[in-house]
């Protein structure tokens, strides 16, 4: 039995748990009850999602992993490189890729790191590195081979960025895999000359919100997705 008491102080209410119930022994059969509500009975599965809707509770299959920002999928641009990453060029984009890792390697400034960044180039990404990585994806959907194939799954206003004489930089989950990033990176800012990226030991990169546009080398607008990776108002131009 379980009573939803929530924090009361805060106002707050669960609405959709999930129980492991790995260490209740198979052989026992008892009810699951929410609230008064008997929600399950018999053997209880390892692992129970629950939802209330209606003033009732239900049993639910989880949530898409890559349904909204949660914990670990919620950006900005640099908590890419806070974990396993992979920089994937594209045709012609070898340069690009190098002078914005270098910049990212050897900030200006007192902060310093060394060692060489994992890079490959788009036609050699295999299916273990979209399961292992974040996925530094540099180019456009005309010279990136990975990022062709998701194009279409990504921010339009951002993609098409180009097409105005634009770049983009932006974060975003990985269409083949929610669990991790894929960060559309199409024109220099960390390699700027004077990009505007500077605060004593923090990271250029950490700089950088969701998205970025550039025009002529400045940065002309930046911003966050919401909670559910949809442009906000402002960085959708509307």
């Not at 959709?16 to 009975?41: C, H, M, N």
């Not at 310093?112 to 979209?130: C, E, N, Q, S, Y």
């Amino acid at each position: 039995m379980i009573e939803n008491k929530g924090s009361d102080q805060l106002g707050l209410r669960v609405t959709a748990p999930t129980l492991r119930l790995a260490a209740v022994p198979k052989e026992l059969e008892l009810p699951l009850k929410v609230d008064g509500q008997q929600v399950l009975a018999g053997q209880m599965p390892e692992i129970v999602n629950l939802s209330k809707g209606a003033g009732s509770w239900r049993v639910v299959e989880a949530a898409p992993a890559g349904r909204g920002k949660r914990h670990g999928m919620q950006g900005p641009i640099g908590d890419a490189f806070n974990s396993k990453f992979l920089a994937v060029y594209g045709e012609g984009d070898q340069e690009l890729a190098i002078a914005e890792l270098d910049a990212l390697r050897n900030p200006p400034g007192r902060l310093v790191i060394h060692g060489d960044f994992p890079m490959k180039p788009a036609t050699r990404v295999t299916p273990k590195d979209l399961e292992s990585s974040n996925l530094i994806l540099f180019g456009t959907p005309g010279t990136n081979a990975v990022l062709k194939r998701i194009a279409g799954s990504l921010p339009k206003p951002l993609i098409e960025a180009q097409r105005d004489g634009a770049g983009a930089v932006f974060i975003y989950p990985n269409p083949e895999n929610p669990n991790r990033y894929v960060v559309v990176w199409t024109a220099r800012v960390l390699s700027l000359p004077d990009n505007g990226l500077s605060a004593g030991y923090i990271l250029p990169v950490n700089l950088l919100p969701d998205c970025a546009l550039l025009k002529a080398g400045r940065i002309v607008s930046a911003g966050h997705f919401d909670g559910d990776w949809k442009l906000k108002a402002a960085e959708n131009g509307q």
